[in-house]
T-cell receptor, first 113, second 115 residues
Framework: DQQVKQNSPSLSVQEGRISILNCDYT??????FLWYKKYPAEGPTFLIS?????DKNEDGRFTVFLNKSAKHLSLHIVPSQPGDSAVYFC????????????FGKGTLLTVNP | KAGVTQTPRYLIKTRGQQVTLSCSPI?????VSWYQQTPGQGLQFLFE???????NKGNFPGRFSGRQFSNSRSEMNVSTLELGDSALYLC??????????????FGAGSRLTVL
């Protein structure tokens, strides 16, 4: 079964600098990885995804990189803004009739003004 | 259009009681999934319904159950509550059967506290 690990529970960066959030996985078979962002008292909101056929996906200030040989992906936020302060979840999406999202435990990002 | 609506937002129960949580998906969405979020375990998948059928179930005991109605609204029930059931319960919907490219939209959750 797939495991998704976010080994850093928290990360603090200065406004304007780059934020790099990391995620490791165990099972090489996957369809998509997704990143969700969660503010307190709100549900997670979708941020960006990457499919197994890509190494990189970019959307504005957010870029996700996939290193299949290392079973590692990362989310880069450039430049970081105070409004980016939230918990970021990495999730693996297994497709088909048994679809489910397997989430990591999240990383709390704090962007300091 | 309105997002995913979950009720109640907060509730307190005692051990041994049962609880029912409700979820109204985005209009037109036919798939509803439920997740449990706890500080120690992160978000864990409970079950997913599409067109009133449970298509997938997570590794939770039988005390956790759910259903989906013909209007796509969904409920989940937890019987014989335990202290460890205290969590944020999140509902998410999608237009069709969820897939990698078919992103889930989450509600704000129902915060359950078991005393």
């Amino acid at each position: 079964d797939q495991q998704v690990k976010q080994n850093s529970p928290s990360l603090s960066v200065q406004e304007g600098r780059i934020s790099i959030l990391n995620c490791d996985y165990t099972n090489s078979m996957f369809d998509y990885f997704l990143w969700y962002k969660k503010y307190p008292a709100e549900g997670p909101t979708f941020l960006i995804s990457i499919s197994s056929i890509k190494d990189k996906n970019e959307d504005g200030r957010f870029t996700v990189f996939l290193n299949k040989s290392a079973k590692h992906l990362s989310l880069h936020i450039v430049p970081s803004q105070p409004g980016d302060s939230a918990v970021y979840f990495c999730a693996h999406a297994r497709g088909g009739s048994n679809y489910k999202l397997t989430f990591g435990k999240g990383t709390l990002l704090t962007v300091n003004p | 259009k309105a997002g995913v609506t979950q009720t109640p937002r907060y509730l307190i129960k005692t051990r041994g009681q049962q609880v029912t949580l409700s979820c109204s998906p985005i209009s037109g969405h036919r798939s509803v999934s439920w997740y449990q979020q706890t500080p120690g375990q992160g978000l864990q998948f409970l079950f997913e319904y599409f067109s009133e059928t449970q298509r997938n179930k997570g590794n939770f005991p039988g005390r956790f159950s759910g259903r989906q109605f013909s209007n796509s609204r969904s409920e989940m029930n937890v019987s014989t509550l335990e202290l460890g059931d205290s969590a944020l319960y999140l509902c998410a919907s999608s237009l069709g059967p969820p897939s990698g490219a078919n992103v889930l939209t989450f509600g704000a959750g129902s915060r359950l506290t078991v005393l």
